[in-house]
């Protein structure tokens, strides 16, 4: 996607043809033998105070793409812009102070929070390497965020394998905001959480975001989730984005044919809801081996897959705000002529 | 077996009777009820959905029903599981053996535990069939293909050969189906069966479920916490809070006229995709309490933070409306 979707400099984050490769090992020398392109030329903005929702079976190379994003991992191609300033090269000295501004909420708080650590710690932690405040200061600050979860002030000191996943994610978002940071990558934060319980956290999330303006980029596999907090949502197949609208469009008019499919496999909460159910068949292919047209077409097996090798698929604007794959096998033929 | 008690089970269209279900765990605190007097039953063909949050007792009161707790901690402590009108908990472990993977087949949630690493799909499918037949091995492994046929697993005659690492999440899954399904049980007990899987490939698998439950004419058991998948597939639901059967009603019945404040609660929490994107969710305050801290009465109360008589007093099981069950205290009540 071209990053016009999004006025010019407007841009919080931006990535433009972001790929990031993986070498493939085997053998007895465990010899290169091949390279995962796991995200393979992908462009995106997020603007201030926002939220995509990005979505994709697993293996899509979703999570690979956040964290280039937040430059935990260095792309190997294409250019990644924050606030203005190319970091796709960054090292971790220009990047110390841009940390800061750039945090993320993992999917299983109990594998990201420290165990011989107090929640105390853990969340004074961001606040004491970048060296914020004095002692009595910092102690105030994590009064504030503990409240500010909603977590009382004296399970701070006690661990954090006391608590339930839940509170664990409070702890977890209590220390990705202790910096005040403008940008938040939420991986899955939800998922392993009770549905009582995941709308807690999703209201907090919510809540925090407009109270100090974070973005987010929010990653899930539920797209009922993904689209109930987005402002706008890219749908990702094997490392390319295939499509992105604002999240009523992406719900309402989906154009991509993989978009529909995701769609309708949601089971509604609703016995009386009659609904086509497109049923995939198959899995996502392997990236190792990607097919060399249009991926989903080759899914599907669709008749005009041979038209689609060796032939620009990127994104087009379709309507104002709404991007989608010029592919021949995932379009309505007449989707396909106005774009085509 | 009581050949009286078989022919009026076999009569009445019950396959499955669950009464005064109480199941316990020995830990540190003394032993601990997992599962509380918990009643219901399944009817031939139908299906049955067990829906409630993460330790609220519905794996346990499905491992009961066939007797696979894990040992030695758990135990059961009373009640009846009628199995044709046999009771499953008083019959001796041979009979057990032979229901297990027989007339009762079993699949769980990872599908990845479920296999044998080290053997191959043909010899765990054929195995299933030899323990419960007197197939010999070649037969056995020519009934393999046929069972993974029957899954809808492409080329079968070249995957029975495979190794569970060799095969995708889904087409594992689909692995322990044919194996769960391979001696045409009358009742399938799914564990959880989708929730490792993406949604595309969840749909999938519970189409499968769907259509060979139709052509195989077995009961099934469906346990998931998700009440999408409910809505789709099942004829009644039974509702677990805390170790205990709080509501059961038949599908539409539930879902249009829930009467539990809990069921309500679940229902209200889940995002929809018809909601205005970015609106406040409602949310069930509070959590589940422990195992060792549940009280003896309203345990939804209990995590309301309400207090007084309502927590020592344990609400009745009683018919609302026709075929509509449920276990509230006064204040639980949504009628």
């Not at chain 1, 020398?29 to 990005?54: C, M, W």
């Not at chain 2, 009026?8 to 499955?16: D, I, K």
């Amino acid at each position: 996607m071209n990053p016009e979707s999004m006025p010019e400099g407007s841009a919080l984050v931006e990535v433009s043809d972001l790929e990031v490769h993986f070498p493939v090992r085997g053998g007895l020398f465990l010899r290169q033998t091949g390279t995962v392109k796991a995200v393979d030329g992908v462009s995106l903005a997020i603007g201030p105070g926002e939220t995509v929702g990005l979505v994709g079976e697993s293996g899509c190379g979703k999570s690979t793409m956040a964290k280039a994003l937040v430059r935990l991992l260095k792309p190997n191609g294409g250019r990644v812009h924050f606030e203005g300033a190319d970091i796709t090269r960054a090292g971790t000295g220009r990047l110390r102070p841009l940390r800061r501004d750039m945090q993320m909420v993992f999917q299983d708080p109990a594998e990201s929070l420290n165990p011989r650590q107090s929640v105390r710690q853990i969340i004074e932690e961001p606040l004491a390497v970048h060296r914020v405040g004095n002692a009595g200061e910092r102690r105030r600050r994590v009064n504030d965020l503990l409240d500010r979860v909603g977590l009382p002030r004296e399970s701070g000191e006690r661990y954090a394998f006391e608590f339930s996943g839940g509170q664990r994610q409070r702890i977890g978002i209590a220390r990705a905001i202790a910096l005040n940071p403008k940008f938040v990558v939420c991986d899955e934060p939800v998922s392993a959480l009770d549905v009582s319980v995941q709308s807690q956290i999703l209201n907090l999330l919510m809540d925090l975001q407009r109270e100090m303006g974070i973005s987010y980029l929010f990653i899930a596999h539920d797209l009922a989730v993904v689209q109930h907090v987005s402002d706008r949502v890219a749908v990702m197949y094997l490392g390319k984005i295939v499509e992105v609208a604002d999240s009523e469009t992406i719900y309402r008019r989906p154009k991509h044919a993989y978009t529909k499919a995701l769609l309708s496999a949601i089971p509604e909460p609703d016995p009386s809801a009659e609904r086509e159910r497109i049923l995939l068949e198959g899995d996502v292919p392997s990236p190792i081996n990607p097919p060399k047209g249009s991926a989903f077409g080759h899914r599907i097996n669709h008749p005009r897959y041979e038209e689609t090798i060796g032939v620009d698929l990127g994104l087009v604007e379709i309507e104002p705000g709404h991007w989608v794959a010029r592919d021949p096998c995932c379009l309505e033929p007449g989707d396909y002529a106005r774009v085509g | 077996m009581n050949a009286v008690n078989e022919t009026e089970a076999r009569n009445n269209g019950t396959l499955l009777e669950v009464e005064g279900l109480v199941s316990a765990f020995d830990t540190e605190d003394g032993l601990q009820r997992a599962v509380d007097e918990v009643s219901f039953t399944v009817g031939r063909g139908k299906t049955l959905g067990i829906v409630g949050e993460s330790g609220c007792g519905k794996s346990v009161t499905a491992m009961s029903l066939i007797r696979l707790l894990p040992q030695p901690a758990g135990r059961i402590l009373a009640g009846r599981v009628r199995f044709n009108g046999e009771d499953l908990l008083r019959a001796p472990d041979s009979r057990l053996h032979a229901v297990r993977g027989g007339e009762i087949g079993v699949i769980f949630q990872e599908p990845m535990t479920a296999l044998n690493p080290v053997h191959r799909i043909g010899r765990q499918v054929s195995e299933v069939l030899r323990l419960h037949t007197k197939m010999r091995k070649k037969e056995a492994w020519e009934a393999s293909v046929e069972a993974l046929r029957r899954v809808r697993i492409p080329s079968p005659e070249e995957r029975v050969g495979d190794y569970p690492h060799q095969l995708s999440g889904g087409m594992r899954q689909r692995v322990v189906i044919a194996m769960a399904l391979a001696c045409g049980p009358e009742l399938l007990i799914a564990d959880e069966p989708t929730t490792a899987l993406d949604v595309t490939v969840q749909a999938q698998i519970l189409d499968l479920i769907q259509r060979l439950q139709a052509e195989l004419g077995m009961a099934v058991i469906l346990i998931t916490h998700d009440l999408g998948v409910i809505a789709e597939s099942c004829d009644e639901v039974v509702v677990m809070y805390a170790g205990r059967v709080v509501e059961r009603a038949p599908l539409r019945e539930l879902f249009a006229n829930p009467l539990h404040a809990y069921t309500r609660g679940l229902l209200e929490s889940i995002p929809r995709l018809s909601l205005p994107p970015k609106s406040k969710l409602r949310t069930i305050p509070g959590m589940v309490a422990s195992l060792g801290e549940l009280v003896p009465g309203c345990r939804f109360c209990q995590r309301l933070g309400r207090r007084g008589e309502v927590l020592h007093h344990r609400p009745p099981f009683r018919e609302a409306v026709s075929g509509h069950w449920v276990e509230a205290c006064p204040e639980c009540f949504q009628g």
